[in-house]
C-alpha cells in the first residue's frame, strides 16, 4: 500500500486497484472514476490521505486512442445509475460486515440485530436491482475479494435460488443469514492460516477443516440463530456423495439450505478474485459446477441454479457468429442458450459508446447464437478492431 495525499487527487483519476479512506473503508473500486463528491466527501471528514495498492491509469494518446476505449468500454457499462447504486448500497455493507467480522474476531459481544439489519439491506437490494447485483459480483469492481466479499455474494446467490425454490419468507431468511455467516467460523482460526495464499500443510488444513463448527457456535450460541440456521453453516462443506466434512454427510440427510450453499459457495469461489488466482468468467464457473455428474451437489439444486444463473449469466461478455460482442442481459428460462444481447461491439470492431448499443434477443433472431463466452480481460487486446475469433 502506497499513500497518496488528498490534495493531489482530481476528479476523473482512476487507479488499478481499490482506493481506500483506511483499513476498512473503500472511496473508490479499481477502474472507477473519482468524482467530485468523493473528493469533498474527504474534505468534509478531514481526511489529508489515502492509500492504494495499484498505479494511476493514465490517459492514452490519440494514437492510443483504440485501445484505450477498448479497455474502457466494459466499464462504461457499468457505470448506469443503477449500477452506482448497487455499488453504493453494496460498499456500505461490506462496511458494515467488516466491523462485525473484527468483533467476532477479537470476540466481542454481538446482536443478531446487526446482522438481520445487514441482511434486510440486501434482500432490498436485491428485489430493487436484481440483474445489475449478478452482473456485478461477476463482473463488478469489488476489488480482490476476502471474507467479507463471498459472505455478501453468497447470501445474494443463495437468495436467488431460494425464491426461484419457492421458499418460504422465513425460511428464506434463514437461508439468507446462514450463508452470509457460513464461514464466518472461519475468524476464530489462526490469522497466519486463513490469510495464507500458498498451498497449506496437512496440520493446517485439519484446522481449515474445523471452521464449519466454528460457525455453527458462533451463530446458535452467541447469535442465538435458530438450529436450522447454525446447521446450514455446519453442513455448507458436506457433499451429495458424502466425501465431504466434518461428518461425511450424504445426500438428504443435508439440509436443503446446505446443499444451496454449497453450490453457491463453490460458484462464487470461481467468479471472485482471490489473491492467489484470477477469477473465472461466469460461463467457465457455470460449466465446471455442471461438471459435477452428482459428486458435490443435489442435482435438483443444480437445476434450480442454472434455471437461477443461466448457461450464459447476466453480465457475460460473448461472441455471436457474426462476429458482434456484446453483453448478456436478461436470460430465457425455455432457452437457455438463447439469451439477449446487448451489443457492445459491432462486427468492424467498433464500440457502442456508453452503453448505447442494440440489445437482439437470440431466441427471436434464429440467425444469431452464440459462438463462446469472452474473458473482459480479452477485451484489452480489441484495439484496432481485431474481434477474438471462434474457438
Same mark, same amino acid.
Do not use: C
Given at each position: ?55 494511476? /491509469? ?59 439489519? /445487514? ?88 484446522? /481449515? ?183
Amino acid at each position: 500500500m502506497r499513500t497518496l495525499p488528498v490534495k493531489d487527487l482530481k476528479p476523473g483519476m482512476q487507479f488499478d486497484q481499490p482506493v481506500y479512506v483506511d483499513d476498512s473503508t473503500l472511496l473508490v473500486p479499481e477502474r472507477v472514476p473519482i468524482k467530485e463528491k468523493d473528493l469533498k466527501r474527504l474534505e468534509r471528514w478531514k481526511v489529508e490521505t489515502v492509500r492504494t495498492a495499484g498505479q494511476e /491509469i493514465v490517459a492514452r494518446t490519440t494514437g492510443e486512442e483504440g485501445e484505450a476505449q477498448s479497455g474502457s468500454f466494459f466499464q462504461q457499462a457499468f457505470n448506469t445509475p443503477e449500477q452506482q447504486q448497487v455499488l453504493k448500497t453494496y460498499s456500505e455493507v461490506a462496511q458494515k460486515l467488516r466491523k462485525i467480522h473484527q468483533r467476532v474476531k477479537e470476540q466481542e459481544d454481538l446482536e443478531a440485530a446487526e446482522i438481520d439489519r /445487514i441482511i434486510d439491506g440486501v434482500l432490498q437490494l436485491l428485489e430493487a436491482r436484481r440483474h445489475e447485483m449478478i452482473e456485478f459480483i461477476l463482473y463488478g469492481f469489488q476489488g480482490e475479494a476476502g471474507y467479507v466479499e463471498n459472505a455478501i455474494n453468497s447470501a445474494v446467490l443463495s437468495s436467488l435460488i431460494g425464491i426461484n425454490s419457492g421458499m418460504a419468507k422465513h425460511k428464506l431468511l434463514h437461508l439468507a443469514t446462514a450463508a452470509l455467516l457460513h464461514d464466518i467460523g472461519m475468524l476464530r482460526l489462526p490469522e497466519e492460516i486463513f490469510n495464507k495464499s500458498g498451498k497449506l500443510t496437512s496440520e493446517e488444513l485439519k484446522q /481449515i477443516k474445523t471452521h464449519p463448527i466454528h460457525s455453527y457456535k458462533i451463530i446458535t450460541r452467541e447469535l442465538h440463530y435458530p438450529e436450522q440456521v447454525g446447521l446450514a453453516a455446519l453442513q455448507h462443506q458436506e457433499r451429495w456423495d458424502g466425501t465431504g466434512y466434518p461428518r461425511g454427510l450424504s445426500g438428504s440427510s443435508i439440509i436443503i439450505p446446505a446443499r444451496i450453499i454449497a453450490v453457491v459457495d463453490s460458484f462464487e469461489a470461481m467468479v471472485s478474485k482471490r489473491p492467489y488466482r484470477n477469477s473465472m468468467i461466469g460461463y467457465n464457473a457455470i460449466r465446471a459446477i455442471l461438471s459435477d455428474n452428482g459428486r458435490r451437489f443435489d442435482p435438483e439444486i443444480l437445476k434450480i441454479f442454472i434455471r437461477t444463473m443461466g448457461i450464459y449469466p447476466i453480465g457475460s461478455i460473448v461472441l455471436l457468429n457474426d462476429g458482434k460482442i456484446g453483453r448478456v442481459v436478461q436470460n430465457n428460462v425455455d432457452a437457455p442458450l438463447k439469451p439477449r444481447v446487448k451489443i457492445m461491439i459491432n462486427e468492424k470492431g467498433q464500440e457502442y459508446r456508453n452503453d448505447r448499443g442494440e440489445i437482439v434477443d437470440l431466441f427471436d433472431d434464429r440467425t444469431l447464437f452464440i459462438t463462446r463466452a469472452v474473458d473482459p480481460k480479452e477485451l484489452s487486446a480489441q484495439a484496432g478492431g481485431h474481434a477474438p475469433q471462434p474457438q
